[in-house]
């Protein structure tokens, strides 16, 4: 069946949040093993500002619920500072 997968050629076209429910899919029919289908979601992750969701991705793949610490702080006050609306709203708290 995965040889009838066209998932690979046509995500390059699509708004990188439009192919989460693609590899939801194929994660779901088990085309693929696990891993694969979440490094290719982490690998997509990394060009988005979902944080939080990639952790989560993290936790999953690895089985752990230590996250590496690097700048995922550092990210997920950027994406709420770059956000004019969540700017405004935390600006008593900055």
């Not at 936790?59 to 990210?75: A, F, I, M, R, W």
Request: glycine share 2%; charged share 20%; with cysteine.
């Amino acid at each position: 069946m995965a040889q009838y997968d066209l998932t690979a050629k046509v995500a390059p076209y699509l708004d990188r949040h439009l192919v989460f429910p693609l590899l939801e899919f194929l994660q779901d029919k088990q085309l693929y093993a696990d891993d694969q289908i979440l490094k290719a979601k982490i690998e997509l992750l990394a060009k988005t500002n979902m944080v939080d969701y990639a952790m989560d991705i993290h936790k999953s793949l690895y089985h752990t619920e230590d996250v590496p610490q690097g700048n995922g702080c550092l990210c997920r006050l950027f994406v709420q500072l770059s956000n004019p609306t969540l700017q405004r709203f935390c600006s008593w708290c900055i």
